[in-house]
C-alpha cells in the first residue's frame, strides 16, 4: 500500500511558524505590461520637464522685452494729465554784454497736458486759458488741431490738418533714447506760494524743505531733430533730455538745447531761443477729465472731431 507524497505545504510546521506563500510570478505578457507603463511614465516627465522649461524661458524673455521697451525711448505715448503745477521755462539769447559774453533772458509760464492715447485726444496749453499768461492752446484730435489763442477779451480759433500722431511726434522725444536711471527732486512751483514765502523767509525755507518730493525716474538723451523729428517750432534744437516716471512711464519732464547763433553785425532787437523746459510734476497715469477737451463754443464752427 503507497502513501500519498507529501509536499512541502503539507509538511508540519514547529508552533509559532506560520507559512508565508511567495507572490505569483507574472509571465512574460506581464512583465512587458510593467516596462510599457514605465516607460510611459518617464516619456511624460521628460516632456512636462522640457515644456515647463520653454514656458519660464518665454515669460522671462517676455519681462525683459517689456523692460526694454520701457526704456528704450522717451515716448508721449500715454494715457496722462497734469493740469495743475505745470510750468514752461523758457530762455533766450538776447544779446551780447561789452565783453562779448551772451545776455541770456529768463521767463516761466504755467502750462496745462492731458491726453488720452486710446481716443487719440489731447489737450496743451501754454499759459491757463482766459489767465492773464495765456499764449494758445491746442485741442489736438485723431486728424486735425484746434489752435486758440487770445486777441484782446476775444478769442481767435485756427483749423490745421495735424492729427494726434503727428503733433506728439513733432516734439522729436522718440530720438531721445535711455541713459540711467535716478532719483530727481519734484519742485512744486507756485508762483502764489512764492510771494506769500518772501513774506517770511525762515518759514519759507522750512516748507520748501518740508515739500521736497523724490522720485525715481528714467533718464533719456538724445538729438531731438534727427531724422527730421522735431518740428515744434521754427528753431531747430541739437539736444534733448526726457525724465519717465520708472514706475508707470508717464512724462514728467524734457528740456530742449538751441544751438547759439555766431554775433550777427547787427545786434539790435536780437533774440533767438536757448532752453526750453516742459516740467509737469503733479503729471498723473489715467484719464483726464473729459471736458478738458472740450474747446470754446466760439470754436464750434472748427470742427475737431
Known sequence: MTHPERTKNDEKLPPGVIS?????RFGMF??????????????AAGVLAVYYSIEVHSDSKNDDEKTEISKTFFTLNRTQYCLTGGILTRENHTGWDSADNHIHNTTKIKTQWAQSVEEKKLFFSVGIPRASDWESSYYVFENSTIIVTPNGKEIICRTVNIGYD???????LENLF???SEQIVLDHDDEEEKGENRKIEKAAAEKKEEKKDFISVNFFQGDPSANGGYKFTESIPFLGIGYMDSTNSIA???????QEDPKPANTTGYNSRYFEEFWFPEMKQGHPPIDVFSYPMDCVGNKGQ
Open 30 to 43: 506581464g512583465s512587458m505590461l510593467i516596462r510599457l507603463g514605465l516607460g510611459c511614465l518617464l516619456l
Open 20 to 24: 508565508i506563500k511567495p507572490p505569483p
Open 166 to 172: 503727428s503733433f506728439t511726434s513733432s516734439f522729436g
Open 252 to 258: 514728467i519732464a524734457w528740456q530742449m538745447y538751441f
Open 178 to 180: 535711455y541713459i540711467r
